[in-house]
């Protein structure tokens, strides 16, 4: 709960600190810049009496969430910055606090414009989890992850096709990608050590092709579409079979100013994790805010 606690103050604090950016602190020429920061924090809560006949288990979750986005556009040029953080965690009664979701997503683009459609792009893109996860079993636990275990960092150079202000897509015939796992013993917990080699932390993979997709689609006044698929390809080990897929989907239903109900899903296949498709899904109704220049979407 003190994590919670410290995500949901920095949350704040975020909010507040960017409205007096965009109030106080941006100098007079912001014509090339577009910025945004919205979060939020939802909370699930389940109590039953200790006759309920109906069965049931009294639990509480928290989840709080933090995005934020940057970009740069002149002439030619552009730069384009993406921050997406994500955490939560379920106590049932008489277990343990649980994950129900962990996420650190960045990214950083920068482009050149061939025509109306088209750029030239290099990319950095940055994934790992915030907290500990665990196995959970009848009377202990396994760790399984944490910080940096894994964490992976990808680069990108190719063309990125981009129809409207809704839709972008990249494609990048080299994209060096490094995978870590810092701990070393996680071995013992992990078998395959998420491709990483017993005694090392990193794994580099020099000769690889990434795919990445955005699709954000304004479906109604109230109702909001994000999708984001990627494609990662190691071309000296490349078989069906090896090659990552990721998909982000979610919808933002806004209630009020204050309050928005969200369904959110990610699915992931990497065989370095696991040889079937990993599955999650989650739906929270809560308090959010947003802050920024951007055009409504």
Do not use: C
């Amino acid at each position: 709960m003190k994590r919670i606690s410290t995500l949901f103050l920095l949350l704040f604090l975020a909010g507040n600190l960017f409205a007096q950016t965009e109030s106080e602190i941006i100098p007079a020429d912001t014509s090339y810049w577009l910025k945004e920061i919205s979060g939020g924090l939802n909370l699930n809560q389940g109590s039953f009496s200790s006759n309920w006949q109906g069965g049931g288990v009294n639990s509480i979750a928290i989840g709080t969430y933090l995005n934020g986005r940057a970009n740069y556009a002149k002439d030619k040029w552009s730069w384009d910055n993406t921050m997406d953080f994500a955490y939560g965690i379920v106590k049932n009664k008489d277990e343990d606090g649980r994950k129900s979701t962990d996420r650190i997503y960045l990214d950083s683009k920068v482009g050149y414009k061939i025509n109306d459609k088209w750029n030239y792009f290099f990319a950095v893109n940055f994934l790992s989890q915030f907290a500990p996860g665990y196995d959970f079993g009848e009377d202990d636990k396994t760790l399984i992850s944490k910080f940096l275990n894994p964490g992976y960092l990808t680069t990108s150079l190719g063309f990125e096709y981009k129809p409207n202000d809704e839709f972008s897509l990249r494609i990048s015939p080299l994209a060096p990608r490094w995978t870590f796992v810092t701990d070393m013993e996680l071995h013992n917990n992990v078998e395959n050590n998420y491709g990483v080699e017993v005694g090392k932390k990193v794994r580099t993979e020099w000769l690889a092709f990434n795919l990445l997709a955005d699709w954000n689609k304004k479906l109604s006044e109230n109702l909001t579409l994000k999708m984001r698929y990627q494609m990662f390809a190691n071309y000296e080990t490349l078989e069906f079979k090896t090659i990552d897929h990721r998909l982000d989907v979610g919808f933002e239903a806004k209630v009020s100013n204050l309050i928005n109900v969200s369904l959110t899903s990610l699915s992931i296949y990497d065989i370095d994790q696991d040889d079937k498709i990993q599955f999650s899904q989650g739906l929270a109704l809560g308090i959010s805010f947003k802050r920024g220049n951007f055009p409504e979407e």
